[in-house]
C-alpha cells in the first residue's frame, strides 16, 4: 500500500502541483477542498497520469461541525497533512474569512488531524503553506500577512510540542507565484514563480527534512533584508507617496 498525502485546500495551483510531484513519486492523493466539481476534475488527471490512488472530499474547512464529522468518519491512515488552503483579498473587507482561511479554521483542522492521526505509526508530517506575508511589517494586506504571520507561529510551536511524538512541523514561505490568487495583482514578474516550481521546493524539502522554506530559496534572503528595515522607513515612504 502506498503512503497517502492529504491535502486540504487540494484544488489550489500550489496543491496540485504538489499533488502531481507526490504522484510520480507513489505517493496516493487525498484531496480534501470546497469544489467538488474541480476536485473531479484533478483527479482524473492524478489518476490517468500516475498509477496511484486519487481520492476526493468536499469539505468547507470555515464549517466546524462538518470538520469534526469528517474526522469521525476518517478510517485512512495517512503519513503527511499538508495545509494550502489560503484567502486574499484585493481591498480587505471580509476580516472574518481572511483571519479563518489562513489561520484559525487550519489550526482547527490541524488539531483534529492531530487527535486522529497522531496514533498511527505512519503519520510523519505536517506541512503548512504560509507566506513570506508574515514577515512583513508594511501596510500591504494587513490582515492576510497578520493571519499568516499568526499562522506560522503556531506551527513553530507545534513543532516543539510534537517532537516527541515524532512528528515533523515543515513551514513554506512562498514568495509571488502565478495562481487565481493573485491573477489581476500587480506583481513585479521578475520575482513571479510557477505552482510547479514551489511544488518541486516542497516536496525537495520534504525529502531533505527541512523545516523552514521559502520557495523559491532567494526569498529567504530578501526576507531577511525586509525584516532588518527600521519601521520608521515605512512610514517615512508612506509620506513620500502621499
Ligand atoms: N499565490 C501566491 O502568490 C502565494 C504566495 C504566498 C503564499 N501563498 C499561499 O499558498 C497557498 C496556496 O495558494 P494558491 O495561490 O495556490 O491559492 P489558490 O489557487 O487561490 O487556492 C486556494 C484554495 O483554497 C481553497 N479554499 C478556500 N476556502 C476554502 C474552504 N473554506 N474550505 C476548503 N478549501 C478552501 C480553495 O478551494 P476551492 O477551489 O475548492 O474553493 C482554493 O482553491 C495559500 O495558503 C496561499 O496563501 C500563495
Known sequence: MNNIIQIVGGNSDIAFSTSKIFAKNGYDIHLVSKNFKNLR??????????????????LDIENENDVKFFFEKEKDHVSIVLMAVGYLEKEEKNYDKII???????????????????????????????????????????????????????????????HEKKIDVMIIKPGYVKTKMTTGLNLPSFLVSTPDTVGKIIYNSFKNNKEDVYAPGYWRYIMLLYRNIPQFIFKLFLIFKR
Open 41 to 58: 476534475i484533478k483527479k482524473d488527471k492524478l489518476e490517468n497520469n500516475f498509477n496511484i490512488q486519487c481520492k476526493i472530499t468536499e
Open 100 to 162: 479563518n482561511l489562513n489561520h484559525k479554521s487550519l489550526i482547527f483542522y490541524i488539531e483534529k488531524a492531530i487527535q486522529r492521526y497522531s496514533n498511527h505509526e505512519n503519520f510523519k508530517t505536517i506541512i503548512g503553506i504560509s507566506s513570506v506575508a508574515a514577515d512583513r511589517k508594511d501596510d500591504k494586506k494587513n490582515i492576510y500577512s497578520s493571519s499568516k504571520a499568526d499562522f506560522t507561529n503556531y506551527l513553530n510551536r507545534l513543532r516543539i510540542r510534537l
